[in-house]
């Protein structure tokens, strides 16, 4: 990336922008010493962004550690094209983070905008979002990820902080077993004989497939971005998922350093599970998706596990794995609606907000 000349795009002090708006209420998530509760929130794509509209509600002091593996679509080019870090999950997070004003709205849509082409005209723009366009931009002015996004949020008022897990593009690969064609899917996985596995490249195909193993990130010893490191141990509390289970809530724990981060934090961590299963965890039960990440990350204590009722095929099954890694499951109604698989971020602040008020 190109710097930009000596006094340039100064790098914004780290303070929360939230503190200098007016439409903040300085009574959210108050701890009984005062401050405002810290909450990092890991994860990409849809549901990093649903937490991150619920957790803007109840607190000013938001960081998102948002992954960056994506190779698809607007991302994916590019990345291809500029060799940078994929900016959609990024841009995702930074929306999800504007505020409900008119200039938070307006904000929001100006990035999430997508160029299309027509039957009348081409573009070679079709199918780019406005936001990856825009954080690209600072990217090759200040040649620094992070002041980039900085400066990103500062013009969205977003009321929070965006960091990339690395600062470096990721590549995330998997195993899956080999199918002759027509074949049904199995729900052997990792079980299966090593020798009729086939290695599935990307994040955008991985997430595609069922019966997903072996889950992995190129290179793996990738360093983390040394703010989120910081903020995840700074943090009181540090809240993975919902999200897709192998691509956008797992990889956090597999990269060194940040995974190292959030099992020695002396905050508190909380799992938020998802809804539904997606095709990665086709077949798996809520407490199977603990036990994807017990399975990865040995060293992992929870505080707690946010589900849904509705979610939960065997309560049962799902508090004796939760016990196993020292949490207790909260119970909460937090769909849009019935048998949506989307997270009502109104209902979901409310259980962070009762959560969080438990463990103060």
């Known amino acids: 990336m190109t710097h930009p000349p000596t006094g340039t795009f100064p790098r914004l002090p780290l303070s929360s922008r939230a503190d200098a708006d007016p439409h903040h209420s300085p009574d959210a998530a108050r701890r009984p010493g005062g401050g405002s509760t810290s909450v990092v929130a890991l994860g990409g794509g849809h549901g990093l962004s649903a937490n991150l509209s619920a957790l803007r509600r109840i607190t000013p002091a938001v960081t998102a550690v948002v992954t960056v593996a994506d190779d698809g679509g607007s991302s994916g080019r590019l990345r291809s094209e500029l060799g940078v870090l994929p900016p959609g999950d990024l841009r995702m997070a930074l929306a999800a983070l504007c505020d409900d004003s008119e200039w938070g709205r307006t904000w929001r849509d100006v990035m999430q905008h997508r160029f299309s082409s027509t039957p009348e005209r081409t573009t070679t723009l079709d199918n780019h979002a406005l936001g990856n366009l825009l954080i690209v931009t600072l990217w090759e002015l200040l040649g620094d990820p992070v002041a980039g996004l900085e400066?990103?949020?500062?013009?969205?008022?977003?009321?929070?902080?965006?960091?990339?897990?690395?600062?470096?593009?990721?590549?995330?690969?998997?195993?899956?077993?080999?199918?002759?064609?027509?074949?049904?899917?199995?729900?052997?996985?990792?079980?299966?004989?090593?020798?009729?596995?086939?290695?599935?490249?990307?994040?955008?195909?991985?997430?595609?497939?069922?019966?997903?193993?072996?889950?992995?990130?190129?290179?793996?010893?990738?360093?983390?971005c040394p703010e989120a490191v910081e903020a995840v141990g700074a943090a009181d509390w540090v809240v993975l998922g919902p999200g897709s289970w192998h691509t956008?809530?797992?990889?956090?724990?597999?990269?060194?350093?940040?995974?190292?981060?959030?099992?020695?934090?002396?905050?508190?961590?909380?799992?938020?599970?998802?809804?539904?299963?997606?095709?990665?965890?086709?077949?798996?039960?809520?407490?199977?998706?603990?036990?994807?990440?017990?399975?990865?990350?040995?060293?992992?204590?929870?505080?707690?596990?946010?589900?849904?009722?509705?979610?939960?095929?065997?309560?049962?099954?799902?508090?004796?794995?939760?016990?196993?890694?020292?949490?207790?499951?909260?119970?909460?109604?937090?769909?849009?609606?019935?048998?949506?698989?989307?997270?009502?971020?109104?209902?979901?602040?409310?259980?962070?907000?009762?959560?969080?008020?438990?463990?103060?």
Request: glycine fraction near 8%; aromatic fraction near 4%; include cysteine.
């Open 248 to 360: 956008s809530v797992l990889p956090h724990l597999l990269l060194p350093e940040l995974g190292e981060a959030i099992c020695r934090t002396p905050g508190r961590r909380c799992v938020t599970l998802n809804l539904s299963p997606d095709t990665e965890t086709r077949g798996k039960t809520a407490a199977d998706h603990l036990r994807v990440l017990r399975d990865y990350c040995p060293d992992l204590t929870l505080d707690v596990v946010l589900a849904d009722p509705s979610a939960t095929e065997d309560p049962g099954d799902l508090q004796e794995v939760a016990a196993t890694l020292g949490a207790e499951v909260f119970y909460a109604d937090v769909r849009t609606g019935p048998g949506s698989a989307v997270h009502n971020s109104l209902k979901l602040a409310a259980a962070y907000e009762e959560i969080f008020g438990r463990h103060c």
């Open 151 to 224: 400066w990103a949020g500062a013009l969205l008022g977003a009321r929070g902080r965006v960091l990339p897990m690395s600062t470096h593009p990721l590549v995330i690969e998997g195993d899956v077993p080999a199918l002759a064609p027509g074949a049904a899917p199995l729900a052997t996985g990792c079980s299966a004989d090593p020798a009729s596995l086939r290695t599935v490249t990307g994040q955008s195909r991985l997430a595609k497939e069922a019966d997903v193993c072996n889950v992995r990130l190129v290179p793996p010893d990738a360093p983390a």
